[in-house]
């Protein structure tokens, strides 16, 4: 018979009673600090193996009375439902969920809590590296390890094998920066030139701004007469909602010129407008885009493109 481990108790014959008794370590009373002692005595006609049986029932039923959770899958539900939602947001909160069912659960779900060890979380991990980023499998470990410290500031366990796993060392390579070539840049605004966000892309390249900056653009923020553009905003996407934000990833307000290629005396007026209003998004104005009045001519596309050759 396998020898039992240190810690899962014994099963001795006691010769004077003519009978079996099995008693085990049920660990620590939550509430009282004071170590619990479980003993089974064998009933009449009962084997060893039926000692045993209710032995580990028994402490499972204590373990089960005082709410100390018995498997891993326990201890995420609890810190899921009474610690999670004190620090996490709802959406946070469901991808926490979701991440525990697809990854912990599956693997670690039935096994005992004070069963698991630190070689158990590294071999786990190890295997996930396998199919998901380093990124997210970090996340995953970091939600093991947060459930497990909620288990030791409730007493329910001694030791976090989820904080002490290790992720395997990587080699990163740097990355090498990417720009588009003169030609490309050339080719990719002879396609603009014929696409409903040509605009955009327009504007984008051109002036060398980012993705939100573009989009965060008003008339407001160009000045034709000066020659200039005022970058002081940018959109950003906000529970699936499109904001704009009052600052720019930096932080800081910038002025840009625009080039002069991109403006032009329409009628020697003295009249400055942007140079082919169709690709800019602002067709159907005869007179484009003009700045007589400070105000520019209203179109749909306005507020969010405003392009410079």
Sequence with gaps: MKRRAKGEGSLYFDQERRRWVG?????????????????VTARTGESKADVA????RSIAELDGSSGTPITVGDL??????????????EKSLLTDRRLVEIH???????????????????AWLDALLEDLAR??????????????????????????????AELPPTIETPREGRALTGPESRALLNVADHHRVGAWVTTTLTMGLRPGETSGLTWES?????????????MAWVKEVPTLKASTKTGRVRT????????????????????????????????????????????????????AQ
């Design 23 to 39: 008693q085990a370590d049920a660990g620590v009373n939550p509430r009282t600090g004071l170590r619990r002692r479980v003993k």
């Design 53 to 56: 049986r209710r032995l580990a």
């Design 76 to 89: 995420m539900e609890q810190w899921l439902t009474r610690a999670a939602p004190k620090r996490k947001s």
């Design 104 to 122: 912990i659960l599956p693997r670690f779900g039935w096994v005992r809590v004070a069963a698991l060890t630190v070689e158990d979380v590294e």
């Design 135 to 164: 990124t997210t499998v970090a996340k995953i470990k970091g939600q093991f390890a947060m459930a497990f410290d909620f288990g030791i500031r409730r007493r329910h366990v001694s030791w976090n094998p989820a904080r002490l």
């Design 222 to 234: 160009i000045d034709l007469d000066g020659g200039v553009m005022v970058i002081h905003q940018a």
């Design 256 to 307: 840009l010129d625009i080039p002069p290629s991109a403006l032009e005396d329409s009628d020697g007026t003295g009249r400055v407008r942007l140079k082919s209003a169709s690709l800019w998004g602002i067709a159907g104005h005869s007179d484009g885009a003009t700045s007589s009045s400070s105000q520019p001519a209203e179109h749909p596309s306005a507020h969010r493109t405003c392009v």
